[in-house]
C-alpha cells in the first residue's frame, strides 16, 4: 500500500457511516459554538413549515424551504472560515479580517436571496 492509499480511509457503507458521524459533529459544534447558526435554524424552524404551507406547487415549496437551508449552509461554511482564521491567525491580519468579512457578506447575501425568492413566490 503507498502513502496516498494509507491515508484515503475507508470505503463503501464504512465511509458512509463515518461520513454521518464528521457531520453529525460538525452540525453539534455549530449549534454549540455560534449563536448566529442557533438563531437561523430557530428561523429555519418556523419558516420550513412555512415555506410548505404557503407554497402552492413543488417548485415554489422548493424554492422557498431551499432558500432557508442554504442560509443554514453559508452560516456552517462561514464559522468554518472563521476557525481556520482564528486558528491560523490569532493576531490581527488584513487577510484574515478579509477572509472573516467575506464569510459573512456571504451570510448575508444567502439572508437577501432568501428575502427575494420569498418575496417573488408570496407577492
Not at 2 to 18: A, V, Y
Not at 109 to 116: E, G, K, P, T, Y
Request: glycine share 6%; with cysteine.
Amino acid at each position: 500500500m503507498n502513502d496516498f492509499e494509507e491515508f484515503k480511509g475507508k470505503q463503501g457503507l464504512t465511509r458512509l457511516i463515518n461520513a454521518l458521524g464528521y457531520s453529525r459533529d460538525g452540525l453539534c459544534a455549530a449549534w454549540k459554538n455560534e449563536a448566529a447558526f442557533r438563531e437561523e435554524v430557530m428561523l429555519a424552524a418556523v419558516a420550513l413549515p412555512l415555506a410548505f404551507y404557503l407554497g402552492k406547487t413543488g417548485i415554489e415549496r422548493a424554492l422557498l424551504a431551499g432558500s432557508i437551508i442554504v442560509i443554514l449552509i453559508v452560516e456552517i461554511l462561514n464559522s468554518a472560515v472563521e476557525a481556520v482564521v482564528d486558528k491560523a491567525s490569532p493576531e490581527k491580519h488584513e487577510l484574515a479580517k478579509r477572509a472573516k468579512d467575506m464569510g459573512s457578506a456571504a451570510v448575508l447575501l444567502s439572508l437577501l436571496n432568501a428575502a427575494v425568492i420569498w418575496a417573488c413566490v408570496l407577492l
